[in-house]
């Protein structure tokens, strides 16, 4: 499924709204790595306060990553693409998105700072503000949701706080499912989102081995976007264009033939599940995670490696068929 966020008006201040034409707004605010199930509930909270209040809902968030930013050497893995955030947010309702430029000297802000650059600048009236029950902001987090509502009820607009999602694994998060991805356990990161983890990148010539001593043919994609699960061999949709095709993908470094010389670098190969698939090289693709089939191994040999095969396309197949007919594993794909 594609969404279309071509209507969405982007900027990069509150203030170039009224650019737009747009003078009243309810802020949906936070990082959104992932749109998580978490993340979804503040921007419906944010959707249904716009609509009670006449105001244009509006989701201000930051770029990059605060943490790219704070700690420059461990930044996170985006678990999505700007792309991608754009167009689940448009799926959603949202009308506009502010990507507010995260530099040193804005994590520095006080929260009465903050406050003053985020919504008191500019001629856009904020009339509401949704965010998590535990989000922080300003140097040190010194911000909370306290001081969030006290400050909206002296400037007359409505603070909404949202309740984490917890589970029995404790509050979602992106951080957690990072960990699930870091695992290899796509489907508790699956949970975690709402949907399928996802990858996205170019279709790229390989080293012609899956299909000529394998005789299974793959798609060797350049991943840019997302992040990988573990090494292994997992069933996932494959998304080209509006086309989508069960698959069984392979992500490790080839050790049944010694990693083609290149030691440590992953490759990600997608087997189509299909007759007749179609020429997939210079094509963008995505691939949604459904489920891990095995670690990553090295056999004894090609042949042995190709005699294995089978069984991963049967497992993959029936992880496939059984997310299918069940509607609570439905997701929106990756566009």
Same mark, same amino acid.
């Given at each position: 499924?594609?969404?279309?966020?071509?209507?969405?008006?982007?900027?990069?201040? &509150?203030? !170039?709204?009224? /650019?737009?034409?747009?003078?009243?707004?309810?802020?949906?605010?936070?990082?959104?790595?992932?749109?998580?199930? @978490?993340?979804?509930?503040?921007?419906?909270?944010?959707?249904?306060?716009?609509?009670?209040?006449?105001?244009?809902?509006?989701?201000?968030?930051?770029?990059?990553?605060?943490?790219?930013?704070?700690?420059?050497?461990?930044?996170?893995?985006?678990?999505?693409?700007? #792309?991608?955030?754009?167009?689940?947010?448009?799926?959603?309702?949202?009308?506009?998105?502010?990507?507010?430029?995260?530099?040193?000297?804005?994590?520095?802000?006080?929260?009465?700072?903050?406050?003053?650059?985020?919504?008191?600048?500019?001629?856009?009236?904020?009339?509401?503000?949704?965010?998590?029950?535990?989000?922080?902001?300003?140097?040190?987090?010194?911000?909370?949701?306290?001081?969030?509502?006290?400050? =909206?009820?002296?400037?007359?607009?409505?603070?909404?706080?949202?309740?984490?999602?917890?589970?029995?694994?404790?509050?979602?998060?992106?951080?957690?499912?990072?960990?699930?991805?870091?695992?290899? /356990?796509? #489907?508790?990161?699956?949970?975690?989102?709402?949907?399928?983890? =996802?990858?996205? @990148?170019?279709?790229?010539? @390989?080293?012609?081995?899956?299909?000529?001593?394998?005789?299974?043919?793959?798609?060797?994609?350049?991943?840019?976007?997302?992040?990988?699960?573990?090494?292994?061999?997992?069933?996932?949709?494959?998304?080209?264009?509006? !086309?989508?095709? &069960? =698959?069984?993908?392979?992500?490790?470094?080839?050790?049944?033939?010694?990693?083609?010389?290149?030691?440590?670098?992953?490759?990600?190969?997608?087997?189509?599940?299909?007759?007749?698939?179609?020429?997939?090289?210079?094509?963008?693709?995505?691939?949604?995670?459904?489920?891990?089939?095995?670690?990553?191994?090295?056999?004894?040999?090609?042949?042995?490696?190709?005699?294995?095969?089978? #069984?991963?396309?049967?497992?993959?197949?029936?992880?496939?068929?059984?997310?299918?007919?069940?509607?609570?594993? !439905? !997701?929106?794909?990756?566009?």
């Amino acid at each position: 499924m594609n969404w279309n966020s071509s209507d969405l008006i982007c900027c990069n201040s &509150p203030a !170039e709204l009224a /650019d737009h034409g747009i003078r009243d707004v309810v802020f949906a605010i936070g990082t959104f790595d992932g749109l998580h199930r @978490g993340h979804v509930a503040v921007v419906r909270a944010m959707l249904e306060e716009s609509r009670r209040l006449d105001a244009v809902p509006t989701v201000l968030t930051f770029h990059p990553h605060p943490r790219a930013v704070l700690a420059p050497d461990s930044p996170p893995p985006l678990l999505m693409s700007r #792309e991608r955030k754009l167009g689940i947010l448009a799926s959603l309702g949202v009308r506009a998105v502010v990507f507010l430029p995260f530099t040193k000297d804005f994590a520095a802000l006080s929260p009465e700072g903050f406050l003053s650059r985020c919504l008191l600048s500019g001629s856009v009236r904020v009339r509401g503000v949704c965010v998590g029950s535990m989000w922080r902001f300003g140097a040190h987090g010194a911000g909370d949701v306290a001081f969030l509502k006290q400050r =909206a009820n002296e400037l007359g607009f409505v603070c909404r706080a949202v309740p984490e999602i917890r589970d029995g694994h404790g509050i979602v998060s992106s951080t957690k499912i990072r960990e699930a991805l870091a695992a290899g /356990d796509v #489907e508790f990161a699956a949970y975690c989102l709402g949907r399928r983890p =996802a990858v996205s @990148g170019m279709v790229v010539s @390989g080293y012609g081995v899956a299909g000529n001593t394998l005789h299974c043919a793959t798609a060797n994609l350049d991943v840019r976007c997302g992040m990988l699960p573990a090494n292994g061999v997992y069933a996932a949709f494959a998304v080209v264009g509006n !086309e989508r095709f &069960p =698959a069984v993908v392979n992500i490790g470094v080839a050790p049944t033939f010694d990693s083609y010389g290149n030691g440590g670098l992953v490759r990600v190969e997608a087997h189509l599940l299909t007759d007749g698939a179609p020429d997939l090289y210079g094509k963008e693709m995505a691939l949604g995670f459904a489920a891990r089939i095995r670690g990553e191994r090295k056999f004894a040999s090609p042949e042995e490696l190709a005699a294995r095969i089978p #069984e991963d396309i049967r497992l993959a197949l029936a992880a496939l068929n059984e997310q299918k007919q069940s509607s609570a594993k !439905e !997701e929106l794909m990756p566009s």
